[in-house]
Each structure stands twice: as C-alpha cells, then as structure tokens.
C-alpha cells in the first residue's frame, strides 16, 4: 500500500488547475477562495501533466518493459561485434609494452659472443636507439616462473645490451602462452638466421651449447628440431669445436667462416703436430682472417704474396702501401706530397688505404 500511495504522489505532484482571468474578475476569486465555496459545475476544470521525457520513466507494463530488455540487449550485441572486428585486427599478435631492461636477463641459450658488443654495427645500433629514444623492433620476452615482475630474453640480445647500457625502456613483447626451452632454442635460432644477423662462430656456439646440455639429444634431433639442414649444423659446429689456440690467432672469433673452419680442421687431420707449431707463429700476431688462414695451412709461396697499393688523394699518388709475405705493412709518402698535402689530406688517404688493404687481406 505504501509502495501503490508513493507511486500515486509522484504521478499527481505536477498537477495544476487552470485559472480563467476571462471569465472571472478578481474580486470574485478571491471572494470563493476566501469562502472555500468549491467550483460550480458549470465552470471548466483542465488538468495538466508535466511533460514527458523520453527515458526518463521505465515501461510499466510487462511487454512494455520486455521490449525496452530486448533493445538494450541488441545495444550491446552490437557494440559486442563492432570490438570482435576490432580484436580480430590484432590475432595473432602478442602484447607490447615498455619494459625496464633490468628486470630482464640474457637466455642460458644466449648466442651472442661478447665481442659483438665491440663491433661498429653494435655502437650503430646502440646510436640510433639513443637518438630515437629506443628500439623500433621490439624483443622478446617470456615470464620467469615463480619470479614475478622478471622476464628471461627470447631473442634480441643486442638490442636490450644497448638499452641497459643507456639506462632507457626496451620495448618487448611478452610470451603470454607456455614457452618449453626447445621452444624458445627454435624462435631465437629462426629470428637470428632470418636476420643472417649471427656470425657463424656464434650460430656453431648456440648448437654446441644446445647439444652439450641435452636439449637436443643429437645433431640430427636438433636440425630436425630445428628445421634447417643436417649439413648446415655440421658446418656450425665445425667452426664452434675449433681448438681454443686457434681461435686465438685470430683478431676475433666473428672473422672466422665456415670455409676458414674447413680449410683449418683439413689441415689439422693431415698433419696436427705441425699445425700446432704454425700456432704458436700466427697467435698475437693480429693478421688478417686469409692471411691467418694461409699462415695456419703453410701455404705454397704462390699463395703468399707480397701486396702494393697506392696511397691516393682525390686521384692523385701520394705514395704507397706494401704489405709483405709477412703480413707487415710499410707505408710510404713522396717527398712531394710530404711537403704540399696538408696533414688531415695525408691522414685520410693513409686511412683509406688501410682500409682498402684490410678489406683485400
């Protein structure tokens, strides 16, 4: 009852009786209104509701409010399909967020020798992140179990070392599904080989790291695994199992190929007792990658050749550049150009040749 005589007040709270000023002088209202007389019959009575508002009162029969349930429900079924077309933009894609690089570390299968980190390609890359307030190509990341807010790296080593050392956010991609150690061997081996971005000292390391520790039991199951070519893993791993000494005779580990890697271990099968002491010849010495390699297989003097090339400057001789059977260079100046270049022309051109010998050797 209480519920029916509120319903009731609020309905009737607006109403109003219309006052005829035509029809009635003043006098005589007031006189009625003094004397409480109540209407007469004859006199027009108009009762007047307030406007309504569209929404502002909910349906009060049962079909009434029915349909009002079944539009809402369209309402939302609609806007329900408009967000499915616009997550169906993103299938397939994993999410993306800025990260602190310090809450991520290196993969036990990280492939990258520390020399890469000293590279020119390295300190490029490292400038560009700088200068465009970070990496472009996000990296990839999966949960640590057990360790939250900690992430293990995926793949794109370079890119978070360059990020760590400028003290900025790397941009990542987070591996939200389960993610095995196989699994996470292959997606870092296929992002590196499609980006031919390893050297193959690196590439043999990663697989030699992979069958050491049993992930992959054999070298067939890991390029099965894999999906590469039993000959290309056989290529890797020669140049990864090189004895330590010869890899020290070169200036880095990133110069060795896997014809270099051939070359060496034929020669060591044919004759290791004197391959070792060409070792101790070639180590420290900084040679070039072939000369390294002509040294170690004792090649034939007509392998071996004394190299000339001109020390120029905007076409013009300044002197020349000799390297000898040895690997030694000796650079020479004329008089003349000694006495009418300037020094940074002298500079550049001595660079540039030394270069242009490095890249020949």
């Excluded at 190509?137 to 293990?152: K, Y």
Aim: charged share 25%.
């Amino acid at each position: 009852m209480a519920s029916t005589r509120k319903r009731l007040e609020l309905l009737t709270a607006g109403l109003s009786l219309p006052t005829d000023t035509a029809k009635e002088p003043a006098p005589a209202r007031q006189a009625a209104s003094t004397n409480d007389a109540p209407p007469s019959a004859a006199t027009a009575v108009e009762t007047r509701f307030p406007p309504a508002v569209a929404g502002a009162l909910a349906p009060r029969t049962a079909p009434g409010q029915m349909m009002a349930f079944r539009g809402q429900i369209q309402q939302v079924e609609g806007e329900m399909a408009a967000l499915r077309d616009r997550l169906r933009e993103y299938e397939g894609s994993l999410p993306t967020r800025k990260m602190d690089p310090k809450s991520i570390r290196p993969s036990r299968w990280a492939n990258r020798h520390e020399a890469s980190f000293a590279t020119s390609e390295f300190a490029g890359l490292k400038a560009d992140m700088e200068h465009a307030g970070g990496n472009v190509q996000p990296i990839l990341v999966r949960p640590l179990t057990g360790e939250a807010g900690q992430f293990e790296l995926v793949f794109g080593h370079r890119r978070h070392r360059a990020a760590l050392e400028l003290g900025i956010p790397v941009l990542a991609s987070i591996w939200v599904d389960e993610l095995g150690d196989a699994a996470l061997f292959a997606a870092m081996d296929r992002e590196n080989r499609e980006r031919s971005d390893l050297s193959a000292y690196e590439q043999g390391a990663m697989y030699r790291r992979a069958l050491e520790e049993q992930l992959f039991p054999t070298q067939r199951q890991l390029a099965e695994g894999l999906g590469v070519s039993h000959t290309w893993v056989r290529k890797a791993l020669m140049v990864a199992q090189l004895p330590d000494a010869v890899v020290e005779c070169f200036r880095s580990p990133l110069e060795i190929t896997f014809r270099h890697a051939e070359q060496i271990n034929s020669a060591m099968e044919k004759d290791r007792r004197g391959f070792l002491r060409r070792i101790e010849r070639v180590r420290g010495h900084g040679l070039s990658p072939s000369m390294v390699v002509a040294r170690l297989l004792d090649a034939k003097p007509g392998f071996e050749r004394t190299e000339r090339l001109d020390v120029q400057a905007g076409g013009e001789k300044l002197g020349a550049l000799v390297r000898s059977k040895t690997g030694e260079i000796v650079i020479t100046i004329t008089p003349e150009a000694a006495a009418a270049a300037s020094q940074e022309t002298l500079e550049a051109a001595i660079a540039e040749s030394l270069k242009k010998a490095r890249s020949l050797g």
